[in-house]
């Protein structure tokens, strides 16, 4: 069955040094998603991408955040500076449809 | 804002028992609500809804939607300890093509031998 995959599992990084997440959505999707998970807290939506532009963001999205799809397969997150406060489990996921989105396993940041 | 409210927060059961967790929500422009199983990482995908009153079921678990009630549960019977697991609802509000999830803060099912 096909899958969303996200390398890597975890990234340990230091304050103000970029970070690129990457993932593999399911490959007929056109629908792809960023959302993270801060330790004991809800599922939040950061981006949505569709058209090779994206279609949304939320408030967290600021400028230190960037979505790039660089070739057919690949979907990645870039944060810029990272800040202690971005430490957080980021999942991608992707959708045929936009409603049913299915997750990728995860990526854990962890900022020092 | 778009707003998912789920109860009960925790759940302790014991193997066997029926669960019913409950989701509320206020959605601007509602296209579908999703029912996902969270036990480590991912969020794994259990149910899609978009119509009141029709039940979607897979195995021991089922779902209905109350369109205008605003509310949806997910029920699982004879449960085991492998559904110990966080649930999430999460509710897809449109506006062109931002199909974006807003999900609730979850409800954690133990259930004991």
């Known amino acids: 069955e096909p899958e969303v995959t996200q390398t890597p599992s975890h990234q340990v990084t230091q304050m103000g040094q970029e970070v690129i997440l990457r993932c593999v959505p399911i490959?007929?999707?056109?629908?792809f998603y960023w959302y993270r998970q801060i330790l004991g807290q809800k599922v939040e939506f950061l981006v949505s991408f569709y058209n090779n532009e994206i279609s949304e963001k939320s408030e967290i999205f600021d400028d230190q955040f960037s979505v790039e799809r660089p070739d057919g397969s690949n979907f990645t997150l870039k944060i810029r500076s990272t800040k202690l406060e971005d430490s957080a489990m980021y999942f991608c996921a992707s959708s045929s449809d936009g409603d049913t989105q299915y997750f990728g396993p995860g990526t854990r940041l962890t900022v020092l | 804002e778009d707003k998912v409210v789920q109860s009960p927060l925790s759940l302790v059961v014991h193997e066997g028992d029926t669960v019913t967790l409950n989701c509320s929500y206020e959605?601007?422009?509602?296209?579908?609500l999703l029912w996902y199983k969270q036990e480590k990482k991912a969020p794994t995908f259990l149910f899609m809804l978009?119509?009141?009153?029709i039940e979607k079921k897979s195995g021991r678990l089922s779902s209905i939607l109350d369109k205008k009630e605003l509310f949806s549960i997910l029920n699982i019977t004879a449960t085991q300890t492998g559904d110990s697991a966080v649930y999430l609802c999460?509710?897809?509000?449109?506006?062109?093509?931002?199909?974006?999830?807003?999900f609730g803060k979850g409800t954690l099912l133990t259930v004991n031998p």
């Open positions: 978009t119509s009141s009153g």
């Open positions: 490959s007929n999707h056109l629908y």
């Open positions: 959605v601007t422009n509602f296209r579908s």
């Open positions: 999460a509710v897809v509000g449109s506006g062109g093509s931002n199909y974006k999830l807003t």
